[in-house]
Structures are given as C-alpha cells and as structure tokens.
C-alpha cells in the first residue's frame, strides 16, 4: 500500500494548478525527494486526494511503469495514517498531509489482484473449515504471525499483541507441554492433538500440523495448519460407544442362543434312552447336529473379529467334540489338523459346521470298525480364487452300494454347500476324502489374526 499526501486547502484545484504546486514542490524541497527515494511505496496529495507526486515503489505496487503515471489519480481506501507537511506556493500557506492509502485511477497489476483473490479465498476457506495457519521463524528474528483464523481457534482478540503468554493462556494446561514441543521445539513438525479453552470456559480440540520450510528472503521458518476437530471427535467417540453396544449385544444373543442350543441337544440325548436303538440313533445324529450349530455361536461369543470365526480352530473343536460324543479314543484314532489363517463369516459358517459335522460324523462312525487304527485328517487352506476345507480318513472307505442310500446327512451334503457359497466334491483314494471349496468374497479375510 502506498504512502499519499494530501493539501488542506479549502477548494480543489485544476489539473494546470495541481502541475504546478508538484513541479514548486520538486523544485523546491530537495528533502521530500529524498524521503521519496525510499523503496516504500509514498504518494504526495492535494486537499481533493489527486496524487502530486508518488515514487517508484508506489509505481510498482500499482503496476504502471513510473510515478509520473499515477500524477493525477484519486485516493481510493482513505487515510490511515497522516504527517502535517507545511509548504508555501503562490503566495499562499499551504499545509500538505504524509497520509497511506491507495489511489482509485491506479489499478493494481493482475499478479496483484490474484494475490488479494488468493487471501480472500484462503480466508474464505478457513472460515468454512474453522481452521487457521501460522508461521514461526526458526532463526532470528523468531517472529509469530497468525491467520485470524488461528485467532479464531483460540478465543483471542486480533487487536491485541500476540504474546507466547497470551497463546499459553488459551492451551488447556494439560496439553501445553506438546504445543511447545512440536510448534517450537528443537524439531518442530508432524501433527498432533491439542485442547484449547475459550474465554466463556468451553474445551475445544484442535488438530494441528506442521513443517519446515524457507520464507520469501530464503530464511529458515515452520509454517503451520490447525483445525477444530472437536465435533468429528465427538462422533467417532458416540460411533465407537454405538459399535461396543451393538457388539455386546450380538455377544449376547449368540450366547444365549448357544445355551438354547445346548439344552435342546441334551433333552434329545435324555430321550434316546427311553426309545428303541433305530430311534436312538436318529436322535443321537439330531442332537449332535444341533450340538455343531451351538458350537458355532460359542465361537462367535468368544471370537476375538466380530462376525468372524478362524476356521480352522472351529473344525479342530467341532472334531474333538464329536471324538467324545462317539467316544472315540484318540489312540486309536489320531486327529491332524493342518493350516489355518481362514476366518469366516456367521452366514457361511453355519452351513460349514453342518457340512463339518456330517463328514467327522460319517468318518468316526463307519471308517474304523471293530476297533480299526486310523487317522482322521482335516486341512484348511487358502488359494487365490477360493478357501478349502479338506477332510480325508484312512479307514475302510464306502462299500459299495447297488442303490443310493436316502438319508437325512446325504441330503445335507447336496444341498448345504450352496448355501456357504460353495462346492462339495469327493476325492478319489483310499479312505474317505472330502474338499469343500467357498469361494472368496470381497471382505473376505484370510490370513487375519
């Protein structure tokens, strides 16, 4: 912004008056013209704010080539600041006025009006955002500068000096320590968190970052960002809090159902000693399906991943389960479990533990009769298209049959595997051998833990 100065006579002057009071005042007053050698912008005016004389500075702050062009042109902003300048001319006492302001026929250059576009819009911007900058010197001078929205953000008035006092006074206690370590600290820089309390008492959160960098004159500075953060903490903390709710009562139904559950496979083992050995296994194989079913949502009680199961650990329990059910000695017949990293879904496991339970079932009833050694191997892995579960026995394998068998596991393995999302097919070799394959899904997780 250029300096002006202005003549306090009572009536204007015409433009041939106003030539001659600047020409008497080059010719006459060789200390104005060195005050106007300075590289500030100064302007000299009349009463009626038309520029007598204005100097270089002046002339590159309004884009035009030389002081002489803005001879003429009228004060646009007003006075801020002025300097009573005494001067004789024509016989008459004159008194001129050192004023700053900005003259209104001078337009500013176009590197000049997009840089007021520029400060406008930043200004804009951290209104909108609630958000402010700064820049600190990192070397002599250490100067402070604010946006006003840094003022904002802190409750503090722009009119006033800008103090570390006044600055400390408005961090909440608690957090004063690591403002002054990452704003001014030996290596100031990264983000951080930090409490300020505004002068009615209220606590906000403000998220600040900073860094390095080298000012207009290549001086060492940190420039600055902060942001008012204190409504999105306070819905991550209700979203959070809405989530633990929600996962304790999941927590909670699957447990009870899984009690449900339980009661309801231990009525069915109460009645097969009161029927006849045909009902009895049918109410065995009822109450161990209803037993995998529990099994299913005891994991999911307990699952460290919401929702999700490690499948390998599910079936391992699920097998050992059904050893004691059937009262299988694990000497005779050993339990290899491989793999893992797989986790699943609640909508798919429960037809997997289904599945599961059907093929260790069929295993340990008809693979190892009168008291055969075997081993009993389930395998789980992960391949780029699909997860797989492989249950294979060494035992007798199926004897041949001229004619279907129509039981209710038959019918199981046909129709569960579409509803996990996957095939079942039977491996050829000795022995007994499953593969279960579910394809993945997005959100699928493998390899979690």
């Known amino acids: 912004m250029g300096g002006t100065v202005s003549a306090n006579d009572a009536e204007p002057i015409d433009d ?42 002046s002339a590159r702050a309004y884009g035009v080539a030389s002081g002489e062009q803005l001879v003429g042109a009228r004060l646009r902003d007003g006075e801020l600041a002025s300097v009573p300048f005494p001067f004789p001319f024509e016989g008459r006492p004159r008194t001129l006025t050192l004023s700053l302001g900005r003259a209104a026929d001078a337009a500013p250059s176009e590197a000049d009006r997009e840089l007021r576009r520029l400060q406008r819009t930043l200004l804009g911007a951290e209104r909108l955002a609630h958000a402010g900058s700064w820049e600190w010197g990192a070397g002599p001078p250490r100067a402070l500068r604010w946006s006003p929205g840094m003022y904002r953000l802190h409750g503090l008035d722009p009119s006033e000096p800008l103090t570390p006092e006044r600055i400390a006074a408005s961090v909440h206690e608690d957090d004063r320590d690591r403002v002054r370590s990452h ?20 606590v906000r959160v403000l998220r600040a970052e900073a860094e390095r960098a080298r000012d207009g004159d290549e001086r060492a500075v940190v420039i600055g960002f902060a942001q008012d953060v204190t409504d999105a903490r306070a819905a991550e903390a209700r979203i959070a809090a809405q989530l633990e709710a929600k996962q304790l009562l999941v927590e909670e139904i699957h447990h009870r159902v899984k009690n449900d559950l339980q009661l309801a496979s231990s009525l069915l083992s109460l009645q097969e000693r009161r029927v006849s050995p045909e009902v009895a296994a049918i109410l065995r194989d009822g109450s161990a399906r209803i037993a995998a079913l529990a099994l299913v949502h005891e994991k999911l009680h307990v699952s460290a991943h919401p929702a999700r199961v490690d499948l390998a650990a599910f079936a391992e329990e699920l097998a050992r389960s059904i050893f004691r059910t059937l009262h299988v000695e694990p000497e005779r017949v050993a339990l290899d479990v491989r793999g893992g990293g797989v986790w699943l879904e609640a909508d798919r496991l429960v037809p997997c533990g289904l599945l599961l339970n059907e093929m260790l079932f069929n295993a340990l009833k008809h693979a190892f009769p009168a008291g055969r050694r075997g ?4 395998e789980v892995r992960a391949t780029p298209a699909a997860y797989e579960l ?13 004619a279907p068998l129509a ?7 046909r129709r569960l595997p579409a509803q996990a999302r996957g095939t079942l097919e039977r491996l050829p070799g000795s022995g007994v051998g499953y593969r279960l394959s579910l394809r993945r899904e997005l959100g699928d997780a493998a390899g979690s833990d």
């Not at 007053?29 to 009463?47: I, K, S």
């Not at 060494?394 to 041949?400: F, L, T, V």
């Open 375 to 378: 081993t009993l191997t389930m």
């Open 183 to 202: 704003a001014l600290g030996g290596a100031p820089g990264g983000s951080w968190e930090y409490r300020v309390r505004l002068p009615d008492g209220e």
């Open 16 to 57: 041939a008056t106003l030539l001659r009071l600047r020409a008497a005042l080059l010719a006459r007053d060789p200390l104005l013209l060195r005050v106007f050698e300075r590289d500030e912008g100064l302007a000299l005016l009349h009463v009626d704010a038309r520029i007598l004389l204005a100097n270089e500075g």
């Open 390 to 402: 492989v249950v294979r026995d060494d035992g007798c394998g199926m004897p041949e049959r001229t």
């Open 407 to 413: 039981t209710l596991g038959l019918e199981l393995l």
